[in-house]
């Protein structure tokens, strides 16, 4: 048997696993479960509105090259949009990282740049509605606090600090700040489906049955969520309270998790975040409008990386070979 064959056959062993973890069938016990249950909290979309208030998109990238003597160079960036306009904040270094942890830390370098930037379209140019790529509950989740790194300062220090500055200035300026997801692995709706439950079947307790399983197996028409309540530790002082809900734009999609702040005594809800979701949908390549223009801006490119970057570099090492022999087998093509 060659390697197709191999992998053929793994896959039609698997099959029923395969089908049942991205989809839960109409005759599966979970799916019966939760059907009605979640129907109850389900709801159609809104009519489409774009927003009256002055928008700002963040994302961000990043860059990391492992040299051969094990340093890791990692090129950092975020931009916010806002009226055509770009606010940027950048970051550069040259670190000893484990390379169990290399990943995490650079994408916390990453969303670092994005509070920064984002902080700056409120102070500098008056955005009501800040729109974030990715998970406030995941920025608030650490695997590990201690990294083995000679990056200074503490990431974890210097990234909780400012994450907690964003959210003040959120809540002092009575901003909207909106984070979007395209992908989760929460099960925050589904335990607030079940909580006040008294009895369990087995089946849901000791299964991976994720929000968005339930979304995307049980709704019948595009829609959204009731929004959960869900309080969150910042740090060893301080909390954090916001919503999450999930949108399924269209039934020829994954769902969207939602996580928002609305300040107090806006005349805002959450339908207005979904109209205003719906509104800049533009279909499976770009779930918002707003935020693929801002990663349009900020990705990294090939020519970029290489012709700039990495050239740049081995011109200041004054050296060409600067780079571990993986890493330039994986860039050179034989």
Known sequence: MDFVENYNSFLLQNKD????????????????????????IYHALPEEKKPDLMVSATDGSEFSRELYNGQKLVVSRAISIIEGKEVEEDSFHLMRVDREQKNEIVKRIMENLEHMAAMRTIKEESAKLCLMDGSLSGRLYWRTKIFDTDLKPDIYEDYIKKLRDFISMVIAKKVILVFIGKTSDTTILKRSIIQNEKELPDFIVGENITDHLIVKSIAEFPGYTEPVFVEKQIDRESTVEFFTMHVLPSMDDTPLKIDYIIPEGSPFTAEDIVSWIRWSYTGLKNHNLWISLADKKVKFHRIETEDIIMKLFMKAAGIDEVETRGERRARIRF
Do not use: M, N, T, V
Not at 35 to 40: L, S, W
């Open 17 to 40: 696993i395969i089908r049942r973890s991205l989809i839960l069938h109409h005759e599966d016990p979970a799916y019966l479960f939760f059907k009605d249950r979640f129907k109850k």
